[in-house]
């Protein structure tokens, strides 16, 4: 009878603990998606810059590095 409940309580505990690795997955991924194209102002704002002259148009360093400056 002990060895049940103690075999439970491992069980839940495992299943709270996969929930909350499923959480943090999540919350990383909606993180990491940032917008395929930015403006010039905004990879300013977020520490690059705007290389307009370079072939495609990207945006270099910060927070949107490598993305496509329109």
Avoid: F, H
């Avoid at 990383?28 to 940032?34: L, R, V, Y």
């Avoid at 910060?62 to 329109?70: F, R, S």
Wanted: charged share 15%; net charge neutral; hydrophobic share 45%.
């Amino acid at each position: 009878m002990r060895i049940r409940r103690i075999i439970a309580a491992v069980i839940a505990t495992v299943a709270l603990a996969g929930l909350g690795l499923t959480g943090a997955a999540t919350a990383t991924a909606a993180a990491q998606s940032a917008p395929s194209v930015v403006t010039p102002s905004e990879c300013k704002q977020g520490g690059g810059t705007a290389a307009v002259n370079d072939a495609g148009n990207y945006c270099k360093g910060g927070m949107y590095d490598g993305e496509q400056v329109d």
